[in-house]
């Protein structure tokens, strides 16, 4: 039987980290991935690369520049006449991106004298690691020090509301389509409804999100959420919150959605296509043998410990499988941690500082404690929140909705959390995640210096604010 020091199940942004790190620390690695585009090709990089994260990003960029030629553009003097977008041009360009990416993994994996293998990749006793190809040919293959598990995840399907891949779709589905519909459906007003409600909604979509939880974007500060809230409506996406659906059904003027409102009601909606985005779920069937000695939870995480091993030693699981937030940069943090673990080296993630992001517009961003967060830990907090309307940067960018909060704890100044929500939010936070992973104060990033006229600028404010010492924003009277 083939042997090599160490196995990864999975190439997408947990998989393939950890294959290349383990590669680095002088490992022979395999790295195995059974990814398939729609048109049958075999392709590196997971969900991420060729269905989520980059050609969703494509899209929303895209659609933010029509959206900006149409509704920003006077305002800057400029006149642009009678437009259109060519929207097989924006997908061209979004294929073109996500080719990029994946075949740059390729290339990475190759420098780095990674064995890859197109096929399904299931964990035996052992370590030992059996792969169907895709001629179906099965060969096993054992690995001397660890195997690593990062098969991801997939949409969440709901069981009354079966995906067609043509009206009922799931999120990949969304991101192909070849025209705008008229009227749309998304059940699910989470992070991936948002951002693929916007990009059709830009587009000339009627965009109607229909969200079972009351409370919205319960994962967000409130303040932050209640301005998304406000903000999202105003760029004309309905919202409908506590409405619970019931049934899809076809008719003769589309799909007819059947929901339940917060009040008990019974209520319908006409659309043309329905994008279901409830969430995603890991991707762990079929990859563990009966005899693995792999714990399996009841909702399909493969357990695992605070170093994401497995309950059988030498076996490791990361990403979208296992405990905590489906996110591709903890996946890869975490699969960069367990192969430096696998070459004998310390490998630590610190789960009290991961990033969150909503890539819509204004964008949406976090790390640490919410305010309701430090209250139920107890912590008396003082707070500062800085308003971009506030940034001469911002301002001039025409992108002044939005504020920075800072958390800090009462007691030692400890910084607790950040949240943005404002342009370039996904950018801005990446500071406050620097400063939280060496346990900074509000005082440190008030002494700081920023540049000027920079959007950075809101956040040192925000710490400011929280002592009352603010420049460029009224200080409250403490």
């Not at 360009?93 to 780095?112: D, M």
Request: hydrophobic share 45%.
């Amino acid at each position: 039987m083939e042997q090599v020091d160490v196995i990864v199940i999975g190439a997408g942004p947990a998989g393939y980290p950890a294959a290349l790190r383990a590669a680095q620390r002088g490992l022979a690695v395999l790295c195995v991935d059974d990814w398939k585009n729609r048109d049958g090709k075999e392709s590196l990089g997971g969900t991420c690369l060729n269905a989520g994260c980059i050609p969703s990003k494509a899209l929303l960029e895209s659609s933010e520049w029509w959206h900006k030629v149409n509704h920003q553009s006077a305002v800057h003097g400029i006149e642009v006449g009678k437009t259109a977008f060519d929207l097989s041009a924006m997908q061209k360009r979004k294929a073109k991106i996500v080719s990029a990416s994946t075949q740059g993994i390729q290339g990475l994996l190759k420098a780095a004298k990674v064995q890859t293998i197109h096929g399904r990749g299931r964990l035996l006793k052992d370590r030992v690691v059996e792969i169907t190809t895709a001629s179906n040919e099965i060969k096993t293959v054992q690995a001397h020090k660890a195997v690593v598990l990062a098969v991801g995840s997939t949409p969440v399907e709901l069981p009354h509301i079966p995906f067609d891949h043509h009206t009922i779709l799931d999120s990949w589905d969304a991101l192909d389509l070849t025209a705008v519909p008229e009227r749309l459906a998304v059940i699910g007003a989470g992070v991936i409804g948002l951002e693929l409600g916007s990009v059709w909604s830009r587009l000339g979509a009627k965009v109607t999100l229909v969200e079972a939880m009351e409370n919205f974007l319960p994962a967000a500060d409130r303040q932050v959420a209640t301005e998304a809230l406000k903000q999202f409506k105003k760029q004309g996406l309905d919202i409908r919150l506590g409405a619970k659906v019931q049934t899809v059904t076809k008719s003769a003027a589309g799909l007819d959605v059947a929901y339940t409102s917060v009040d008990g009601k019974t209520e319908s909606l006409q659309v043309d296509r329905v994008i279901v985005a409830v969430g995603r779920k890991p991707q762990t069937q079929g990859v563990l043998s009966a005899d693995s000695g792999v714990t399996v939870n009841a909702r399909g995480f493969i357990e695992v410990n605070d170093h994401c091993e497995t309950s059988v030693p030498g076996v490791y699981a990361v990403g979208d499988c296992v405990r905590g937030a489906m996110l591709a940069h903890k996946g890869k943090e975490e699969g960069v941690m367990v192969a430096d673990r696998i070459a004998g080296l310390h490998g630590h993630v610190n789960y009290q500082a991961i990033p969150s992001v909503i890539y819509t517009h204004p964008e949406i961003a976090w790390v640490g404690l919410s305010e309701a967060d430090a209250a139920a830990q107890g912590r008396a907090v003082k707070l500062g929140v800085f308003p971009f309307m506030a940034s001469g940067r911002a301002r001039a960018m025409e992108s002044a909705d939005g504020f920075v909060k800072v958390i800090a704890a009462k007691d030692n100044d400890e910084l607790l959390g950040v949240h943005i929500i404002g342009p370039m939010a996904g950018e801005l936070i990446a500071e406050a995640v620097l400063a939280m992973e060496y346990s900074a104060s509000a005082e440190d990033l008030q002494r700081t210096m920023h540049a000027h006229p920079t959007l950075s600028e809101a956040l040192h404010e925000a710490a400011l604010l929280v002592d009352g010492l603010a420049i460029d924003f009224p200080n409250k009277a403490r």
